[in-house]
């Protein structure tokens, strides 16, 4: 395998990390907007649980990647 093979691979990899980074940052606003518009009753709690959880991993999932970097 030649260097610039290499470096195209590292391109690529690079261009799929951003893209998954941008994805979980939009994943993260959407959840957060669901979770602001849902309504403060019992009735809503798994709903909330729910989107806590995703909120929590999407948090996660960047953050591990800003300690990375």
Same mark, same amino acid.
């Given at each position: 395998m030649?260097? =610039? !093979?290499?470096r !195209?691979?590292?391109? =690529?990899l ?7 980074e941008?994805? !979980?940052? @939009?994943i993260l606003?959407? @959840? ?6 849902l ?5 809503s ?15 996660? @999932?960047?953050g591990?990647?800003?300690?990375? =970097?």
């Open positions: 030649s260097t =610039d !093979e290499i !195209e691979l590292l391109l =690529d690079q261009n799929l990390a951003t893209q998954t941008q994805a !979980e940052q @939009a606003r959407k @959840a957060q907007e669901c979770l602001n518009q309504p403060e009753t019992p009735s709690e798994t709903e909330r649980r729910l989107l806590r959880g995703v909120i929590y991993r999407a948090e996660a @999932a960047l591990l990647k800003s300690q990375i =970097d």
